[in-house]
């Protein structure tokens, strides 16, 4: 099926700027009602569709923790790994819109599910965009042990040995697998993906040498390279990062058009009322402004977004746009 969006990905493309309106125009009516009854009066979920250790569930304990103490009430995480993260996007897609259950998530479990899986569990129509948290560059990991030292000797290893990498993800259709799949592209690389249920086990099972490499985030890898247990090989973001001013980026070394981040959103169903979502975008707000939280987003290498939800939206409008250019080109196939 390269070349071609899936049903659910065409449509996503088609609607999003029709679908971000109906979504904050459902409930409206409803949102005077919402506000007199002091939302939240009972403890709040925040569904992580990975593994704890994940960068997803690093950012979602944060802002639990925080915005537990601003509204009064428990946010509990609830870590729900699986199909690169769409087993939980589906529970929060399928689930009450009434604002006890949020989504903290990237590009994988939403934007790249829908678009690129030919039977998609869930559609972006059934999503709230709430806020856009930040975004953070992937970085490549390898074992230690592992011959390459950098990625312009991983392409120069790769190329004479062709059949022997294999390479870790946090699941088929992830943010960390469609990288993967365009690094190839570009290099003209052969790496084995080897989908797991999340980045922690990826990552660790890198460490143990069962597998040699994979994009991830700073976020997830940070206390394992600190232990000498994974190296970094380079950043793939436009500039170094200022957590990793050693490690050299995609570019630097001669790779060109494999740049890579990651995103993070928070989500609610949708028909969630818009007085409720505009709530949790504004008390969200104030946490990413606190000192200490941006001091901890600036030492995992994340840059802080927020804005409001039309923000957000848009940047899913776009995210949708370039999946479908890549799908077009072949370098990724719907499956």
């Known amino acids: 099926?390269?070349?071609?969006?899936?049903?659910?990905?065409?449509?996503?493309?088609?609607?999003?700027t029709a679908g971000a309106c109906l979504v904050f125009g459902l409930g409206a009516a409803l949102g005077a009602a919402w506000a007199a009854e002091a939302w939240p009066s009972r403890p709040v979920r925040m569904v992580v569709p990975f593994t704890p250790g994940a960068?997803?569930?690093?950012?979602?304990?944060?802002?639990?923790?925080?915005?537990?103490?601003?509204?009064?009430?428990?946010?509990?995480?609830?870590?729900?790994?699986?199909?690169?993260g769409a087993l939980g996007a589906a529970l929060v897609a399928k689930g009450t819109p009434d604002g006890y259950t949020l989504l903290v998530t990237n590009p994988g479990p939403t934007v790249n599910h829908v678009v690129l899986s030919a039977k998609p569990q869930f559609t972006m129509e059934e999503l709230a965009p709430v806020i856009f948290i930040g975004y953070s560059p992937l970085i490549i990991v390898a074992n230690p042990a592992f011959p390459p030292r950098n990625a312009r000797e991983l392409v120069e290893y790769a190329k004479a040995n062709p059949g022997r990498i294999n390479w870790g993800s946090a699941g088929s259709n992830s943010n960390l697998h469609t990288a993967l799949e365009v690094f190839k592209s570009v290099t003209g690389i052969q790496a084995t993906h080897v989908p797991y249920k999340g980045t922690g086990p990826s990552l660790a099972d890198i460490a143990g040498g069962q597998i040699q490499l994979m994009f991830t985030t700073w976020v997830s890898a940070e206390s394992l390279v600190k232990a000498g247990r994974l190296r970094v090989l380079s950043s793939a973001g436009v500039k170094r990062m200022a957590s990793l001013p050693n490690v050299p980026?995609?570019?630097?070394?001669?790779i060109k058009g494999a740049d890579a981040i990651v995103w993070f959103g928070l989500d609610a169903p949708a028909k969630t009322p818009r007085a409720v979502i505009e709530r949790i975008n504004a008390d969200v707000e104030k946490v990413l402004a606190l000192p200490d939280v941006r001091a901890r987003f600036d030492q995992l290498g994340i840059e802080i977004e927020g804005g409001p939800p039309s923000r957000y939206g848009e940047l899913l409008k776009s995210e949708v746009a370039r999946?479908?250019?890549?799908?077009?080109s072949g370098a990724l196939q719907v499956e």
């Open 1 to 16: 099926m390269a070349g071609r969006l899936s049903a659910a990905g065409a449509r996503a493309l088609a609607s999003m």
């Open 55 to 84: 960068s997803n569930d690093i950012i979602g304990r944060l802002l639990a923790q925080k915005l537990s103490d601003a509204w009064g009430q428990a946010v509990l995480v609830d870590n729900r790994p699986g199909a690169g």
């Open 323 to 328: 999946l479908a250019r890549l799908v077009k």
């Open 249 to 254: 980026t995609l570019q630097e070394q001669g």
